[in-house]
């Protein structure tokens, strides 16, 4: 049986584990010991972000919603209740768009909903 020389596939591993940590500071970016555990760890950082940039957002767009309606003199809570109870199925992402890109057509739900 010949002789496998495995030395391709370790330098490659190492490789690909380098690149990802490209920028990173100290011995995190160049030694593999350091470099593997500190990818592991961006990975879940990653992971993790992109699940609460969600929520990040939504809290954003009430924001943006309670700050339009309140020139109406409406609070975001009841604003959402008055809309559930119209029928109107805007979501709140739309609903904030159209407040800040096109405030009269807010003023004419807002008129409705009263």
Do not use: C
């Not at 592991?40 to 993790?48: E, I, S």
């Not at 972000?49 to 609070?75: C, E, P, Y």
């Amino acid at each position: 049986m010949p002789r496998v020389k495995r030395g391709m596939m370790h330098s490659k591993r190492r490789k690909n584990v380098l690149s990802r940590t490209k920028g990173f500071m100290w011995g995190r970016k160049s030694k593999i010991s350091l470099a593997r555990t500190a990818t592991m760890k961006a990975g879940q950082h990653a992971y993790n972000s992109r699940k609460t940039k969600k929520r990040d957002i939504r809290g954003l767009w009430q924001v943006n919603i309670n700050a339009a309606v309140r020139q109406f003199g409406f609070s975001y809570s009841r604003f959402m209740d008055a809309l559930k109870k119209k029928g109107i199925l805007l979501n709140r992402k739309m609903l904030a768009e159209i407040a800040k890109t096109q405030p009269e057509v807010f003023a004419k739900i807002t008129e409705f909903v009263k």
